[in-house]
């Protein structure tokens, strides 16, 4: 049992725990209101011992350098979410944006960014904002398509707005702008498919929203599709399709009659790997669009010829006609119809030559013109490369007189192609035929394929279609001497009638002494009474004692007695002096 002594003890004791313990709690709570002092006038310093920045509520410390600050991290997504719980007074609040890899802090409405530019600051009047534009169904965005956003710039930088993608429209900027009031317009990008009424979300380059739920932000796309008729026979294909090559440039022309103004777009079926495609606008009348061809080609058989039919974009078929084309193989391949070849350029004979009459004549120095050319005819079964010419004999390719084309037929059937020179100029000669500096090119008379290394045929030409003449002659005329003419002068002065009109001479032979200083080739004319005294050819050997050369009089003299000829090089234009000729008279009455 307890006695008194007992319970007294008891209870002393346990008073004296109670006032223990009130004590213990008394000296916390003073101990807690004087570091609650104290932190009010020091900064808390976490990582280290020694006093904070004054001017600072908390200051933390890298232990040995060696550690950082790592504030929270939150996806876009995420930041987002947050900003629609955030007002002005969480203004500082910071976190690191896992997406963007950078800092972003409240500002009180919006996010800071994260370029390292300073952007712009910039307040949006979203009552005078708005789209701008008529939006069609598959066409293009152009330039009076675009969003317009009226701001105020309380600090110039760099700004950036962009909008999500509605129907395949979407609007983008980057742009810089000054302090002040203005007006931006936000380009349009893409094409519409379909026609309806679209809303955008506007949003700068730190993705905050823009004017959001603004009902100016909004675009109507309309179908606006016009009408017109396909005419095939006059479209075209522009450039050249090679067997196994993809499709790189070359376009379809097609000409339509347009009876209501507005979009189309075509396209064709595909057809050995290619197509053809094209949209845009037209109005009222005939006029012409482009198509693009489309695609890879693979091996097409025979003639190479392949066709297409024209839909629209629903797959409806809008032409009973069709548009051919051909692909071309590596080679051409073809026949020459070189019966009725052409041969021109050079110098061409007049009547007084004494070189074989198909003759052309060219001279050292002489420069190719566009009228230089062997025309040939070729009868082209599947179209491809080409390449023929001249065939190459040793001596011309010596002299620089080859003739080529090289290129690729687009299309069948008979057709012409020129053969150029290969030189721009006829080149010094290095071989000496004919034993005075000229030559005779036999083997122009055959055409060459430089594809398969053979003769094709013959030109059909003349025997002697081209000389070249090494050297321009230098000869002085002498006189006309009617000894030298005796069996053709009494016929110099056609025979005149009083009633019948004056018959023309044609082709009278004359023989002129001629005095030759440099071998070569010459040409002389010259025109009196009527008539044109004239000699194109060449000479080729010296005479100490002077020669004659042939010389033609054609023409319808006027009257009889003496009459002096001016004449003249054709080939140097200068004056050859000038050579007289007494005409007899012959009267007669019938």
Known sequence: MINDRDLYTVVHKTTIKEKTMKKIVYTLIFTALTVAQTFAQAPVVVGGTQNGDEHATMEILSQDGKKGFMPPRLTTDQINELSTNLAGVSKGLTVFNTDTDCLQFWKGTKWSDCSTYSNAEVEFICSQSTIKGTYNVDKVAGDNEFMEVKVKVTKGGPLVLYTNTQNGIRFYLSTILDIGEHTIQVPALGTPTAAGELTF?????????????????KATVV?????????????????????????????????????????????????????????????????????????????????????FNFFDKNDISLAQCTVTIYVSAEKAVFTAVCTGSVFSGGIGLGTGASISGGARLFYVGYTFGENDYIKVKINVTRPGFV??????????????????????????????????????????????????????????????????????????????????????????????????NSATNQYLKNSISLFNPIVPASGLDIKINIQTEQLGLFSFKGVANGMTLESNQGVYTFDENGQTADFKLYGTPNKGGTVVFPMYNVITGDSAGSITIDMREIFYIN
């Open 201 to 217: 979300d506007l949003f700068d380059q730190s993705a905050n929203p823009i004017c959001a739920g603004t009902a100016n932000f």
């Open 223 to 307: 179908e606006n599709k016009a009408a017109f008729t396909i005419n095939c026979d006059q479209s075209s294909f522009v450039g050249t399709i090679l067997e196994g090559s993809s499709a790189s440039g070359q376009t379809l022309k097609l000409k339509i009659a347009v009876s209501k103004s507005g979009n189309y777009y075509i396209k064709t079926n595909t057809v050995h790997g290619l197509w053809f495609e094209g949209s845009g606008s037209v109005s009222l009348g005939a006029t012409e669009i482009i198509l693009d061809l489309k695609g890879s080609v693979d091996t097409v058989p025979g003639d190479g010829k392949i066709a």
């Open 387 to 484: 390449d023929i010419g001249t065939k190459p004999d040793p001596d011309i390719v010596k002299v620089g007189m080859m003739y080529t084309f090289a290129g690729y037929i687009d299309k069948v059937g008979i057709q012409d192609v020129y053969l150029r020179p290969v030189n721009s100029k006829v080149p010094p000669l290095t071989i000496n035929q004919g034993g005075g500096g000229y030559m005779y090119l036999d083997t122009f008379s055959f055409l060459y394929n430089n594809i398969t290394k053979s003769e094709i045929c013959s030109l059909n030409s003349p025997n002697h279609p081209f000389t070249i003449d090494k050297l321009v002659a230098n000869i002085a005329l002498g006189v006309y001497d009617p000894l030298l």
